[in-house]
């Protein structure tokens, strides 16, 4: 039996999972992605390479590794035959090995454009999504008047489809946001086109993958954003709209969970977020700043400057809950370097209870009064450190304390964004 392990992340996103899926990628035979869409962007570093994945799985940078697209995510077609692209023009091999499941969910453009006439109609009350269509593609489908991967193979059920949704769209375009409408004529022809240049990579996902597992090849399932971000689980309504949870993968792929044998939670040494939501040790200062500019705070996809903050044990305890999270990966360490003092949350007072969890149901920010315990800087450099008994002894402290207080063992910390910049234990 082949050892499949999921890589999910454990806060708000952007906790680095590109690069520890890349790194433990050589051990897989198949990468696969469970949720969401291009909202995802996943850095990878190695020599003088770099790569920024948004759809595609990590696992496309390395040699005979099967690339899946699973069936829970949103696809964008155009994103992707983009993506694939931009990819090809940087050396990487994009053939058979890379498929897309054929019940995945289509975003379309009015999807995109409802998604930015309402985050601009909800103004500050906005979630600060990505804008790429991801919820209002989440809602057809839940709505089942999605548009599927398949239909893009199907002209006639894809013509009905889109004349039939496109009308419904440009209603509510129109008159709720007085925004440009979609000719539905020009939608199918752009997406029959879309079906054609990616027919050879279609196929039934679920099925692909459950042949891989029984054949005995290993998996490594990709998780996009975070915990926090997840649908039900997550700072409801500032949340993606898919299940970012390991839950997910059964869903998304269609994998039973007897085949999910380990969790990889990756874990940034501090946290960030992106877009609006309780952020209870976010940092509105010159140290908040100080994390963004050492950390490169700054969103893959959008450009965005990050949100920062103190690392928080409620949210890693929640997570690790969540997701039965064997291991850790904590990355980013050497952001801290020049700090005196590094605090940790380690609970909270809301609404005059204490919580050691994260209470899905306070959203707002003024509701959360965080504990925290102070470590002892290291005021060294950390970058590129490659053996774990070259951290410095309050940079250990840290890592130990972490793995205490979530039950986990910290099994790969990160000095670096380059694969090469990794101590592994
Ligand atoms: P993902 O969405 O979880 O894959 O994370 P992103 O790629 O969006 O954001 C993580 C950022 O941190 C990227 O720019 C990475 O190159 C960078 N990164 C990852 N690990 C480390 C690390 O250990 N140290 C430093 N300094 N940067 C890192
Ligand atoms: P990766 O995979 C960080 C956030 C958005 C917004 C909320 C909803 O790179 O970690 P959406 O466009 O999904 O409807 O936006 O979710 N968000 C992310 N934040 N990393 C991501 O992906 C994210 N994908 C979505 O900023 O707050
Ligand atoms: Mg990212």
Redesign the pocket.
Known sequence: MGQNVAVL?TQ????G?GKIVDLLCESFDVVARYQ?GH????TVKFGDKHFALRLIPSGILHANKLCLLGYGMVIDPAALLEEIEKLRALGVTIESNLKISDSAHVILPYHKAL?IAREEAAGTAK??????G??PAYESKVGRYGIRVADLLDAEVLRAKIEFTCAERNAVLGSVYKKETFDPKQLFEMYVAFGQQLADRITSGTLLINEQIRAGRSVMFEG???TM?DIDHGTYP????SNTVVGGICTGLGVAPKHIHKVIGVVKAYTT?????AFPTELENEMGEHLRRRGNEF???TGRPRRTGWLDLAVLRTCAMLNGVDEIAITKLDVLDELDEIPVCVGYKVRGATWNTFPAFAVAHHDYEPEYRTFKGWKTSTAGITSYDDLPPQAKDYVQFIEEQTETKASIISTGPRREETILR
């Open positions: 992340g708000w996103g952007d906790e999972k969401g909202n995802a962007g996943h998604d979630i600060g999504t990505t804008g790429r991801i919820g996009a954003q975070g971000l500032f949340v993606t709209s977020r992106v877009g609006a939501g969103g893959t996809v």
